[in-house]
């Protein structure tokens, strides 16, 4: 049986996808902070805020690639098994490093209290990732998800993500511009960024079933796609006019706010009507996750973007500020991309797939999922 070649236009977005996760951590893990308004930084607040919304929509975006590949497939132990496996691998390859290779001495002045207790004692993991958790309960429930989606019609798939936006995505938006309110709090919804996956998993099915003749004109989906970016743009130059107002935004924009899920859903329309293959595109693609891994690691990204890097310095001209987050970007990017290949694909590859092996043939004897 010849295997398919996937796409190249869904690998594009996923490295594009990556570069806005990885430029929003310039913005969200530096040194420049909106919660302690400085009106001399007011011109780079208006970059910073976009960028959270970036990163976001990179969230978002990346998930769904993920599923709309998952959605009509069978479930298998050596998805989340290999994704655990790999975690594990990068998270005590970057901690063993750190602490044996490195002068521990030099650390001393990155971490505090709770960094250091974290840094001493790594069990199950020396750095969290947030996504993995909830990419990995994503990839459990995926046999559930799907028997959902092939249970659904058009509608009541539609009625349901109508539902989980109204009570993942805008009800925890109207609460951070309408905070305050007694006994409330956002998850009291089930909202979370791990679970709120599920909504992007619904979502990419229903463009894989249901796009129709509008969704599936590429020229309608790139203007709307280029004018929900204007619109985010045009909101974060509006927050100019002062401190509450950012402060307001930036909070906003790290959630899913109703904004960043159209604006996705409609990029994601986009790229799934193009199509070509081109080799090296989707070979860069297969490193993304483990530039995540690397660039996001708790400790890596305390060094990059608080240590070697202060966003705060150059916050003052709004144009440093835009060139420094692409430029230093960018090269965390690379950085992380050749470290990957050389670390993982082409030494460690091969022995994380046969363990991944080895543990699904073992688990799948014992669980008949």
């Not at 309408?178 to 619904?202: C, E, T, V």
């Not at 693609?285 to 305390?302: E, P």
Request: one cysteine or more; charged letters at 10%.
């Amino acid at each position: 049986m010849v295997k398919s070649k996937r796409n190249s236009s869904f690998e594009i977005l996923r490295i594009l996808s990556m570069f806005a996760i990885v430029i929003h951590h310039f913005a969200v893990h530096g040194t420049l902070n909106p919660n302690f308004y400085n009106k001399n930084f007011t011109n780079a607040y208006v970059i910073y805020d976009y960028l959270l919304f970036l990163g976001r929509l990179g969230v978002v975006l990346f998930v769904m690639i993920g599923a709309y590949f998952l959605c009509d497939k069978e479930f298998n132990f050596k998805r989340p098994i290999n994704l655990i496996l790999t975690t594990f691998f990068y998270s005590y390859l970057i901690y063993f490093v750190l602490r044996h290779v490195i002068h521990f001495k030099a650390l001393n002045i990155l971490f505090n209290n709770e960094g250091l207790k974290a840094f001493w004692s790594p069990f199950p993991l020396p750095s969290g990732y947030w996504f993995v958790g909830g990419y990995v309960v994503l990839l459990f429930l995926m046999p559930m998800l799907n028997s959902t989606i092939r249970s659904l019609n058009r509608q009541q798939l539609q009625f349901l993500i109508f539902i989980l936006n109204f009570f993942w995505v805008l009800i925890p938006t109207l609460m951070q511009m309408l905070p305050g309110k007694p006994d409330m709090a956002i998850d009291d919804f089930g909202y979370s960024h791990g679970i709120i996956f599920i909504l992007f998993y619904f979502m990419a099915a229903y463009l894989k079933k249901y796009s129709g003749s509008f969704l599936n004109n590429a020229k309608k989906m790139g203007i709307l796609s280029l004018l929900c970016l204007v619109v985010s743009l045009t909101i974060c130059l509006f927050a100019l006019q002062g401190s509450d107002a950012s402060i307001m935004l930036a909070n906003i924009n790290l959630l899913y706010n109703p904004l960043t899920i159209l604006t996705a859903f409609y990029i994601f329309a986009f790229f799934k009507n193009q199509f070509f293959y081109n080799g090296f595109i989707n070979y860069i693609a297969g490193s993304m996750f483990g530039v995540y891994l690397i660039s996001d690691n708790t400790f890596v990204r305390t060094l990059i973007w608080q240590v070697f890097i202060s966003s705060k310095d150059i916050a003052t001209f709004w144009v440093n500020y835009l060139v420094e987050a692409i430029g230093y970007s960018l090269l965390v990017f690379l950085v992380s991309l050749l470290l990957d290949i050389v670390l993982r694909r082409i030494f460690f590859e091969k022995s994380i797939n046969k363990a991944t092996s080895f543990l699904n043939g073992k688990i799948s004897k014992i669980i008949k999922y």
